[in-house]
């Protein structure tokens, strides 16, 4: 995995503030001690869209109720952490063992003039086949990502396969009912991740 250049490392410093805006966006969450990601409990945003699957039929995130639901937003030209990330989500499922069955991870790109259904074919199942790639318009991307409180930014210039889009990096957990339950940071350990989903996959939390 190839670092960031030291400019694009300062950029995205000075960034950062704004793009991890949901830090401050938390209000009406509250603290569990039982969740190991940041509550979201309660929070009135997280609500459902409806985006184009990389097998190419519109996918809304509502056709998952009943099962736990993971939301990632990344790109696939992405050099630093969203690879990192999906295999880490990709080895979260083989912790869950056969409760994986009851998850479903989702990968939302940010970079839809890129990530088209069949790039998306070719990047997301690599980690694992069950995951599924979403794109849509630059419009819906926005919109959806606004709904999550999700911060992105494109690099100036041209958009070629090695532009940089700087992005929170955070992943979204939904209870089976579809609602925001626990956030977890990039650097949120496996085994933490897997506490939070069998918690929420074994009992409904009110």
């Known amino acids: 995995m190839r670092s960031l250049p030291n400019r694009v490392v300062r950029g995205w410093q000075r960034c950062l503030p ?21 509550d979201l409990s309660g929070v ?17 995130t509502e056709a998952f109720r009943g099962k736990v639901l993971i939301l990632f937003f990344g ?15 990709a080895a979260l499922q083989k912790e869950l063992g056969p409760e994986a069955e009851h998850v479903q991870v989702l ?5 839809p003039e890129r990530d088209t259904p069949e790039q998306l074919r070719r990047f997301v199942p690599q980690f694992d086949p069950r995951f599924i790639g979403l794109t849509g318009t ?6 959806a990502a606004r709904e999550y409180k999700v911060g992105y930014m494109s690099h100036p210039g041209s958009r070629t396969a090695s532009s940089i889009i700087q992005h929170s990096g955070n992943v979204f957990v939904k209870d089976q009912r579809g609602r925001p339950r626990s956030l977890f940071a990039n650097e949120t350990p496996v085994v933490d991740m897997a506490h939070d989903v069998q918690l ?7």
């Not at 790109?75 to 989500?89: N, R």
């Open 138 to 143: 630059p419009e819906e991307i926005a919109a």
């Open 107 to 111: 990968f939302v790109t940010i970079d």
């Open 75 to 89: 790109y696939t030209h992405c050099p630093d952490i969203c690879g990192p990330t999906l295999a880490k989500l």
């Open 200 to 206: 929420l996959l074994k009992s409904e939390m009110r």
């Open 44 to 60: 009135d945003w997280g609500r459902d869209f409806t985006l184009v699957s990389h097998q190419r039929p519109p996918v809304s």
């Open 18 to 38: 704004g793009l991890l805006v949901i830090t401050l966006l938390l209000p009406a969450c509250t603290e569990s001690p039982a969740l190991r990601g940041m």
